[in-house]
């Protein structure tokens, strides 16, 4: 194989040493050449100076002298130097003793010259003798010509670098025919035996080792060329044999795929009549997925409206005078049902949130009032328990956050409700706080537990963690499922960390953005004058919340632990006790002591005991103020103002204002049933209402005809006309755009809140009926500044 000189490798590699060898001779050539024309300068210089200081001593005697004739043989003298041109002796007057030049070397190649050296150097040197050295006797002065010196030097310097360069074209004419013999012959040899591999017969071909490289790169390349040549006879080998197996393997194939497309065809008209049967049964799930929320809609509507009675007579009578058995006995007959009514409504929720039809209100409200009320509500249950139930709020948690406040206290009242439901002995705490973007409530206990592999168990619908809990603590296993969704449909977190016997704390992460309009409102400036000492036992541990408190409030707090009620020493705790002093005591017994030692003592007992029948009723004679625990924050600061004297009236206020808020209103109950008229009748009467009953919308329609009416109650689902229908018409007939219009119903399915707006009402109730929940609703819009309807009104 021919290969051209200027691709040959031993031609770049020549090219390039030569190259990087000229390349540097030249480099040290023009540094040998700069020394040159340094060291020819200062020769020329101390050349000029030896000869000058030769013609000093003769030149001063003719001076002295002033001999003309000897001046004249001096200066031809200096002359005959090639380089001077011209030379002078003058006096001390600048006269001319002696004068001699002659013209400059001319040559078309002076300038180079000229620009190394300069044309012309002057030398003068003072003349004096050595006995009168003081005196001046005049200057001998040369002009020199450079142009000899600098001949000299370029003719050293062109030699220099001519020289160098004929070498290096030397060395690369030798350094090509040695790496021809090394390297180019011996590759061509190996090139000319590759290609003269037959393209059929590649892996029957071996290359030979050329002579004298058997162990240098080429040699190695060889062996490893030869290598793969039998690699490759190898991978021949075997590509013949699976050739001749995939020309089986083809004829199967064909057999195969002839086969496999008679069954597609087959399968395929088993799919077209699949598709149309998934086509009926899809219509027919649609159509029973509708059943199933329409049945859903009429039961509870069914259901409800009997419990309304039910309920709603049982409280009425539990209002009448009656004997303690028989208070009991209804007591239970009302909690049951309210048991059985929040079964229905866990069971109407999960269906909710499965169908993806639950939403969720996006309102300011305050957390920490939800808990406390939440925690008011299941006191009663705890107390009858004999566990404690805590809050631990922080302090500074924010006043109102933006969220849904019904299914937050339907979050936090199951898992309360179902922490006291567990838990035997001990205490059930609900921790409130903020953490980064989220708000958490834990719901702690110390109840029987949870076994590791059954954390996730109970938080499946119908599912407890032991077969024998719904027996032997009751329950459906509905209300952690449904926690576990309503948080999953807020964007948080139900998580529970537990061990058996030892009681199981449930935390609850939901992301809710903070209202920074919500300012919490000071705290009274009489307090800040006052110490507040907190005496409580040891393993009390609700009162470090409330020491918390209190000083988040800026007041002056003194903590005073005790062992037990008999080690309790009241001498110490009354050590240098200001006269404005301000005890938080949990104990009666603690109240007795303190109050006998000192009278004058503002004394408040924060515990959850009820002394109005039972022995201790007797210690009521030593505080002034008693605070059911677990408390709230309003009623913590009701407290401290009423056991200084700053509020006295704000109990009985509460009560008379809910009893006597409905004077003067009057109210149309547009209602059905009988039995919830009788209900709703007697707690809107007791709340000071004049109540009218309609017993459909028509009948609703005419009597709004003929009378004036505060708000309208209006049930949904009634004959002759609904309450849809109802509204409407007294909305766009009547024109009675401003009387307020609440609905009152047993639907509580998606879409039944957003049926009533559309249809013009104001608000949306559910049965039962519930008093304060009435109460609320009727102040809200009857106590909306009235506007003026239209003319008709």
């Known amino acids: 194989m021919k290969i051209n000189l200027s691709n040959r490798l031993s031609f770049k590699l020549a090219r390039n040493t030569v190259l990087v060898a000229l390349s540097l001779g030249m480099v040290l050539n023009l540094f040998q050449v700069l020394l040159d024309y340094l060291n020819e300068k200062i020769s020329l210089d101390l050349d000029i100076q030896a000869l000058i200081t030769i013609s000093h001593t003769p030149a001063s005697q003719i001076a002295y002298n002033i001999d003309s004739r000897l001046a004249e043989e001096l200066l031809d003298g200096l002359l005959k130097h090639p380089s001077i041109i011209e030379a002078e002796i003058i006096d001390t007057d600048n006269r001319v003793l002696a004068r001699k030049h002659r013209q400059l070397t001319t040559s078309p190649y002076r300038w180079l010259s000229d620009l190394l050296f300069d044309p012309t150097r002057n030398y003068a040197t003072q003349l004096s003798v050595q006995q009168l050295s003081d005196i001046d006797l005049g200057n001998l002065n040369v002009v020199v010509d450079t142009y000899p010196a600098g001949t000299a030097f370029l003719k050293r310097a062109a030699f220099t670098l001519v020289s160098g360069f004929i070498k290096s074209l030397a060395l690369s004419a030798l350094l090509l025919f040695v790496f021809y013999l090394m390297l180019t012959k011996p590759l061509l040899k190996v090139i000319n035996s590759v290609s003269e591999v037959d393209p059929e017969t590649p892996e029957k071909v071996r290359l030979p080792v050329p002579k004298g490289h058997q162990y240098d790169e080429i040699g190695i390349l060889v062996e490893s060329t030869n290598d793969h040549l039998q690699t490759i006879e190898r991978s021949l080998q075997l590509v013949r044999k699976t050739e001749s197996r995939l020309k089986n393997y083809s004829e199967q194939l064909e057999q195969i795929v002839e086969t496999r497309t008679r069954e597609l065809s087959e399968k395929n008209d088993q799919l077209i009549k699949s598709n149309q049967e998934l086509v009926v049964a899809k219509e027919e799930a649609v159509r029973r997925a509708t059943a199933r929320a329409d049945f859903l809609a009429n039961m509870s509507h069914e259901i409800r409206t009997p419990f309304n009675g039910v309920?709603?007579?049982?409280?009425?009578?539990?209002?009448?005078?009656?004997?303690?058995?028989?208070?009991?006995?209804?007591?239970?007959?009302?909690?049951?049902?309210?048991?059985?009514?929040?079964l229905l409504n866990d069971i109407l929720d999960i269906s909710k949130v499965e169908a993806g039809k639950l939403t969720l209100e996006t309102i300011s409200f305050d957390f920490r009032h939800t808990i406390e009320e939440v925690a008011s509500l299941m006191a009663q249950n705890a107390h009858a328990k004999h566990i404690e139930l805590e809050l631990d709020i922080d302090p500074a948690f924010p006043e109102a956050v933006i969220g849904d406040p019904t299914r937050i206290r339907q979050i936090v009242s199951n898992l309360t409700g179902n922490a006291i439901k567990f838990t035997e002995h001990g205490t059930v705490t609900i921790k409130l706080y903020k953490e980064n973007a989220y708000i958490v409530v834990q719901v702690i206990d110390t109840g029987i537990g949870i076994a590791p592999d059954s954390t996730e168990k109970i938080f499946a619908p119908f599912s407890q963690a032991y077969s024998d809990t719904t027996r032997k603590f009751g329950g459906t296993g509905l209300g952690l499922a449904l926690c576990r969704q309503?948080?999953?449909?807020?964007?948080?977190?139900?998580?529970?960390?537990?061990?058996?016997?030892?009681?199981?704390?449930?935390?609850?992460?939901?992301?809710?953005?903070?209202?920074?309009?919500?300012?919490?409102?000071?705290?009274?400036?009489?307090?800040?004058?006052?110490?507040?000492?907190?005496?409580?036992?040891?393993?009390?541990?609700?009162?470090?919340?409330?020491?918390?408190?209190?000083?988040?409030?800026?007041?002056?707090?003194?903590?005073?632990?005790?062992?037990?009620?008999?080690?309790?020493?009241?001498?110490?705790?009354?050590?240098?006790?200001?006269?404005?002093?301000?005890?938080?005591?949990?104990?009666?017994?603690?109240?007795?002591?303190?109050?006998?030692?000192?009278?004058?003592?503002?004394?408040?007992?924060?515990?959850?005991?009820?002394?109005?029948?039972?022995?201790?009723?007797?210690?009521?004679?030593?505080?002034?103020?008693?605070?059911?625990?677990?408390?709230?924050?309003?009623?913590?600061?009701?407290?401290?103002?009423?056991?200084?004297?700053?509020?006295?009236?704000?109990?009985?206020?509460?009560?008379?204002?809910?009893?006597?808020?409905?004077?003067?209103?009057?109210?149309?109950?547009?209602?059905?049933?009988?039995?919830?008229?009788?209900?709703?009748?007697?707690?809107?009467?007791?709340?000071?209402?004049?109540?009218?009953?309609?017993?459909?919308?028509?009948?609703?329609?005419?009597?709004?005809?003929?009378?004036s009416f505060d708000a309208v109650l209006m049930d949904c689902h009634m004959p002759v006309m609904d309450g849809y229908e109802a509204t409407q018409y007294i909305r766009s007939k009547l024109r009675k755009k401003h009387l307020p219009i609440i609905a009152v119903t047993a639907n509580v399915m998606h879409g039944?809140?957003?049926?009533?707006?559309?249809?013009?009402?104001?608000?949306?109730?559910?049965?039962?009926?519930?008093?304060?929940?009435?109460?609320?609703?009727?102040?809200?819009?009857?106590?909306?500044?009235?506007?003026?309807?239209?003319?008709?009104?």
Not at 313 to 333: C, F, G, H, N, W
Not at 504 to 513: A, G, H, M, Y
Not at 762 to 771: F, I, L, S
């Open 752 to 793: 039944d809140r957003e049926k009533c707006y559309s249809a013009g009402m104001d608000d949306y109730v559910t049965k039962p009926y519930e008093r304060h929940v009435l109460l609320e609703v009727l102040k809200k819009w009857i106590e909306k500044p009235e506007s003026t309807d239209e003319a008709s009104d």
């Open 486 to 707: 309503l948080v999953t449909h807020m964007q948080g977190t139900l998580t529970v960390e537990s061990l058996e016997h030892e009681g199981s704390c449930f935390t609850t992460k939901i992301p809710l953005e903070i209202d920074i309009t919500a300012r919490a409102k000071p705290i009274a400036k009489k307090l800040k004058a006052f110490e507040c000492q907190v005496i409580y036992q040891e393993s009390n541990t609700q009162f470090e919340y409330l020491i918390n408190q209190l000083q988040h409030w800026g007041l002056s707090v003194k903590p005073v632990t005790y062992p037990d009620i008999k080690k309790f020493d009241a001498q110490k705790v009354l050590i240098n006790t200001p006269e404005k002093t301000l005890a938080l005591i949990d104990a009666p017994e603690v109240c007795k002591i303190i109050g006998n030692d000192l009278p004058n003592k503002h004394i408040i007992l924060i515990s959850g005991k009820n002394f109005a029948d039972n022995k201790d009723s007797q210690h009521q004679l030593f505080f002034d103020t008693h605070l059911h625990s677990p408390y709230s924050r309003k009623n913590l600061q009701k407290a401290l103002l009423k056991s200084v004297g700053a509020d006295h009236n704000d109990a009985q206020t509460d009560i008379n204002e809910s009893t006597t808020s409905g004077e003067g209103h009057s109210i149309l109950l547009v209602e059905d049933n009988q039995v919830n008229q009788m209900v709703a009748k007697a707690i809107l009467t007791k709340l000071g209402y004049r109540v009218m009953i309609a017993y459909n919308g028509q009948e609703a329609v005419d009597l709004i005809k003929t009378n």
């Open 311 to 342: 309920l709603g007579m049982i409280s009425l009578t539990m209002e009448e005078p009656l004997s303690d058995r028989q208070k009991r006995q209804l007591d239970v007959a009302y909690n049951s049902g309210v048991s059985l009514l929040d």
